[in-house]
């Protein structure tokens, strides 16, 4: 913790933004009192320090991460690790693991990615198990923490722009925003829930340009 503490406090005073990468509360209670610390010297409430993964935060560090400003960069672990999650940590922890409706809830930006190459760079399944919370062998992983779909489609897109800085030039289809966007084969709001993570890209459009259609 001293080491992590020290460094929090060199990268603060350097003026750069750290996403450290956290997996266990007791690492996460750490990352956050090595925050505090460089808050103390120098704000860093504005400044969207990240913390990445996070699977198993606890409510009192929810509270934390949202009085320094952090946010959350955010994947979907029990997607295909959750049996053994169970096994290592009992199912009342597993199904928290992720816990996106109390994230949320706190009023914290969550963001996502697929934690690629570890898993595939398909976002449709993040969007998939967040709404679902549905595994890839078919078990719920806590009920209790599904949001909405649109709940999905923003942390996956807008809270994404957020979190660089950029949420006034992309994340959103609006005037004045760069022209990036992908033309879908389905309605990712309407289609059955089963069908969410089997949805793909039709056309890409890059600055308004299209850069990629499916068959050519």
């Known amino acids: 913790p001293e080491q992590v503490k020290t460094a929090m406090l060199a990268v603060n005073r350097h003026g750069w933004r750290p996403a450290i990468h956290i997996s266990g509360d007791k690492a996460l209670d750490a990352v956050?009192?090595?925050?505090?610390a460089a808050n103390a010297e120098r704000s860093i409430v504005d400044r969207r320090w990240v913390v990445e993964h996070i699977p198993m935060v606890q409510p009192d560090q929810m509270d934390r991460m949202k009085r320094l400003g952090v946010v959350?960069?955010?994947?979907?672990?029990?997607?295909?690790?959750y049996d053994g999650m169970v096994r290592a940590y009992g199912k009342d922890r597993a199904d928290r693991i992720?816990?996106?409706?109390?994230?949320?809830?706190?009023?914290?930006?969550?963001s996502t990615g697929s934690d690629y190459p570890s898993t595939a760079a398909n976002?449709?399944?993040?969007?998939?198990?967040?709404?679902?919370?549905?595994?890839?062998?078919?078990?719920?992983?806590?009920?209790?923490?599904?949001?909405?779909?649109?709940?999905a489609l923003r942390v996956a897109t807008l809270n994404n722009a957020y979190m660089t800085f950029e949420e006034k030039l992309k994340g959103s289809i609006e005037?004045?925003?760069?022209?990036d966007f992908v033309v879908l084969n389905a309605d990712i709001l309407t289609v059955p829930e089963q069908?969410?993570?089997?949805i793909r890209p039709q056309?890409?459009?890059v600055g308004g340009k299209k850069m990629y259609e499916a068959g050519t």
């Open 32 to 36: 956050l009192d090595a925050y505090e």
């Open 72 to 81: 959350v960069s955010a994947q979907f672990q029990p997607y295909r690790g």
């Open 98 to 110: 992720v816990p996106m409706r109390e994230l949320l809830d706190k009023g914290l930006n969550v």
């Open 123 to 151: 976002p449709f399944v993040n969007i998939y198990f967040y709404v679902t919370r549905n595994t890839e062998r078919g078990a719920v992983a806590g009920a209790a923490q599904k949001i909405s779909r649109m709940e």
């Open 175 to 179: 005037p004045g925003k760069l022209a």
């Open 195 to 198: 069908q969410i993570r089997t």
């Open 203 to 205: 056309a890409t459009y």
